[in-house]
């Protein structure tokens, strides 16, 4: 367990160095929905930084080994989990298919990737688990295609309590490298952030929305 935490922070530690998270409780981010947020996080960012990458690679594929056992193959949910997917199954030795956000318009218009047909199951690799929706639309659509999911990993999740009911409701068993408190310990042990700048931030999980409000007010 304690190997498990220290590698929680060392992936941490990684990706604010290469600002795959950033962290700017006075000046939030905007998202996609509107709603203004003091993290943004792009995990794509591991893929150009070899030396981070094959460290982080293998630490996925010895945490879904340890969790799991072997999979028979790995899905990438579009797009950040794709190439790194299909990083960690070239580690393991395994086939790798890839779910899109949508079956595509043309052509057989479907929506998972790559060959499956003598598949029974394949682990997801997911970049980022925030509300948990994208992520279990690719798990439903994997179960419609005939297979099992024996699992999902993502690399950083925000911890909403929103996301965790829906993988529950889904019966998807999940994991993530690392996750929002632990974030934050790194960076103020790093001096990214300073204490009180962490109760802002704690101050956001805890109610994102109402956190998110109460900015756009000032």
């Not at 929905?33 to 990458?53: A, M, T, V």
């Not at 899109?100 to 997801?124: M, N």
């Not at 699992?151 to 909403?160: E, I, R, V």
């Not at 300073?194 to 101050?203: C, F, H, N, P, R």
């Amino acid at each position: 367990m304690s190997n498990r935490n220290e590698n929680q922070r060392k992936v941490a530690e990684f990706l604010l160095q290469i600002q795959a998270v950033q962290l700017s409780p006075s000046q939030p981010f905007t998202w996609a929905s509107g709603r203004r947020s003091p993290i943004y996080c792009d995990n794509r960012r591991i893929l150009s930084f070899p030396e981070i990458r094959t460290t982080i690679r293998k630490i996925a594929t010895e945490a879904i080994v340890e969790r799991y056992g072997k999979p028979e193959a790995i899905a990438g949910v579009a797009t950040g989990g794709i190439a790194i997917g299909a990083l960690i199954a070239e580690e393991l030795g395994i086939p790798f298919i890839y779910v899109r956000a949508s079956a595509k318009a043309h052509g057989t218009g479907q929506r998972i990737e790559g060959a499956y047909s003598d598949l029974s199951s394949v682990f997801v690799i997911e970049d980022l688990i925030s509300t948990g929706k994208s992520s279990l639309s690719a798990v439903d659509a994997i179960r419609e295609a005939g297979l099992e999911v024996s699992g999902l990993m993502a690399f950083f999740t925000y911890g909403f309590s929103d996301a965790v009911a829906r993988f529950e409701e889904k019966n998807c068993s999940f994991f993530t490298l690392t996750d929002y408190p632990t974030m934050l310990e790194v960076a103020v042990k790093s001096n990214y952030i300073t204490e009180d700048q962490k109760s802002e931030l704690d101050g956001w999980s805890n109610d994102p929305v109402s956190w998110s409000d109460k900015f756009q007010t000032v």
